[in-house]
């Protein structure tokens, strides 16, 4: 049974995309069977993983409304383990479709219940904003991972999504736990970066990953070839961190031995 997990911050540009596709392509790389399913209208996602969201016949939008089965909208990557249910621009129209139908915050559980079994995890990037899609994504999900940027005022903006998280909890999912607090786009030249780091770590505690993100531009450049930083540049020191991440998360939720480090595989 997967272990669901949405990627989630309110604020945008903070590594949520980023942290979404890449966690998942080590995961899979890794020997995971692992879903994302893109639920951000942006579809960065999907094109961040090498499909052309501009091509596509369905999406998760359509999924959402009952036109397409699950199961057919998953779509295979260019990693094994690694698949994919796209999203388009066509999932703005969801947020007023979904208002109107009955228990509208469970549709994508229910809708992922027929995949769990295929998956050991499934990521669900979530959009920047607190609308039904989120609510849908967290109502959804057993865990949430919080990017975070080191920069000015980055904490100060976590106080409504935790407000949400914990509204969702009461009424929704009782379950919902932070599955991590990730810090994202570091840059260790400054004394901020240090002094939110220190800062997160001491009100989040062992919440918070003891992998940082640093800022790169490989992971940046990555995107725009329709590729993870595996599959890009498995040497920078931005795919290095993921992998770091990925033991990490693995390691919490009980698996052992992830891999060599990245840079001792053969891709």
Known sequence: MAKIISVCNQKGGVGKTTTCVNLSAFMAHFG?????????????????????????NFSVYNVLLGEVPIKEAVLPTALENLKLIPSSLSL???????????????????????????????????????????VNGLTAAHSVIIPVQ????????????????EKIKQAFNPDLAIEGVLLTMADFRT?????????????????????VIPRSVRLSEAPGFGKPILLYDPNSNGAIKYAE???????????????????????
Do not use: W
């Not at 080191?150 to 999504?161: D, F, H, P, R």
């Not at 004394?191 to 992998?211: G, M, P, S, W």
């Open 92 to 134: 703005i129209g969801a947020e007023v479709e979904l208002q109107k139908s009955e228990g509208q915050q469970h549709c994508l559980k229910n809708l992922l219940n027929n995949v769990l079994q295929d998956f050991d995890f499934i990521f669900v990037d979530l959009p920047p904003s607190l609308g039904v899609l989120t």
């Open 245 to 267: 991440l990925c033991q990490e998360v693995m390691t919490r939720n009980g698996f052992s031995g992830a891999g060599l480090p990245v840079t001792e595989n053969k891709l």
């Open 191 to 211: 004394t901020l970066c240090h002094e939110v780091i220190n800062e997160a770590r001491q009100y989040f505690k062992d919440n918070v990953y003891q992998t």
């Open 32 to 56: 995971k069977k692992t879903l994302v399913v893109d639920l951000d209208p942006q579809a960065n996602a999907t094109s961040g993983l090498g499909i052309d969201k501009k091509a596509l």
């Open 150 to 165: 080191c920069e000015y005022y980055a904490l100060e903006g976590l106080s409504q999504l935790l407000i949400t998280i």
